[in-house]
């Protein structure tokens, strides 16, 4: 075996390890393990310092406003009772049951979004809201419906960053994918949600040791319970600063060259991620100062604050082991796997594909870079292939979405967010995704059979 798979298997074990076993803080473990990735493999002291400080810096330029602006808008809408006034309209017209599955299928196949940072960040009040109405297995059921949504639509449907990079680099085009990611999205995100509500019926979560709300965060949740205070505006337009930033994102990804090719500077401008979460956050502040006065707005924008700064660390830090994994040449370990494959069955065809983005997944910690990089991979010999295109970009879309695990920023922006300790996140968010990948292989295959 290749040292670098080694040192990459002995990193993440580690990591684990030192947070779940030795119970030591995320921040310390993840730069721990970042540090003995870099040395380990070659990288030297001096350039494993660089990678992991730019590691860090990379990952607050892509998301670090949006976290910041995110969560503030949240803080806002939580003081003016609008998630508990979303939860009790949602809980009439579903009922408590239903819930996780009504929301797995708004993310994955209705509201799928080119950014899961922005999706994890607006969907989470609204799972920790909804949570209580279902009862003590409330929390780990909306938190494994809102992380098998949000990716099963990230990786399967338009306009999600992993489709548009791996139909790209395949020569796919995006409306011979549609039709099959459609399917594939909901099915996927529906299926894994009904399975892992069985484990949870059965004993599997322990609030004690898997809920971890820190005090900000505990701070809005009582809030909740105070009607008195609650906005009276009508709750589409309470719900603006998230829709609307929704809409601009969308409206922007759909206008894109890569789709319908229309947009303007206008369009790009107005739907680039920071710019529409900021609008958001204008809407969220206005309405507040408006309708419940400076002082409470106030008060809401410092519990933002306040969450947002642990969740902005350890984001980061998750960024940093990523981007020393990603420095090393480990997928150049996997290159030759494909070179090989050319006449092999549909079948075996297909499974290689989505353990090779599986593999690069696990390793790099990044959705979309999983897949890119092994669509990289396999797009030279793609075509002396006895599988349609369209079957090994699904194959390689599906294992690309296998176990989400501790060097991704987004594992501990979901653990903060949902208000869960390590192990509640690696019970929801790592099982639903692993579960995930593992339920849409079939379906990729049948798919292959029929392209």
Known sequence: MDWVVVHTII??????????????????????????????????????????????????????????????????????????????????????????????SLLAAIMPSIYVDVQVVLASPVARSTAPAIGRRGLPMMASAVAIGIFAGYVFMVPGLSVLLVTGTLGIS???????????????????????????KVGFWHPETDEELDEAMAEQEAGDAVHEG???????????????????????????????DFSNAYIAFFGDASVAMFIGLL????????TRGSAATEDAMRDGYHTSGEILL????GGSLGAVIKATELKTVLSDLFSADSGAPIILTLLLAWVIAAVLHLAIGSVSVGALAAAGIIGPVVGTLDVAPVAVGLAIASGAMFALHVNSNFFWMFKALMGLSTKGTFKTLTLATTVGSVVSLPLVMVAGLIA
Not at 236 to 246: A, C, G, M, N
């Open 11 to 104: 990193t993440i074990a580690g990591v684990v390890g030192l947070i779940v076993v030795l119970k030591v803080d995320p921040v310390i473990s993840l730069v721990v393990g970042a540090a003995y990735m870099g040395l380990a493999n070659g990288l030297g002291m001096a350039s494993t310092v660089t990678t992991i400080t730019e590691g860090f810096a990379d990952i607050m330029l892509e998301v670090g406003l949006l976290i910041g602006f995110g969560v503030v808008i949240g803080s806002l809408l939580h003081q003016a009772g609008a998630f508990r006034r979303l939860v009790l309209a949602l809980v009439r017209r579903v009922g408590a049951d239903r819930m996780p599955v009504a929301m797995t």
């Open 174 to 200: 995006l409306g011979t994918w549609l039709p099959y990611g459609v399917v594939l999205a909901l099915a996927t995100a529906v299926i894994t949600t009904l399975l892992i509500g069985l484990l949870f």
């Open 230 to 260: 609650d906005s009276q505006l009508p709750l589409v337009v309470l719900f603006l600063p998230i829709l609307v930033p929704l809409l601009l994102i969308a409206f922007a990804a759909f206008a894109s060259e890569e789709v319908l």
């Open 283 to 290: 809407l969220a502040y206005v309405m507040s100062r408006l």
């Open 314 to 317: 350890i984001t980061g830090v």
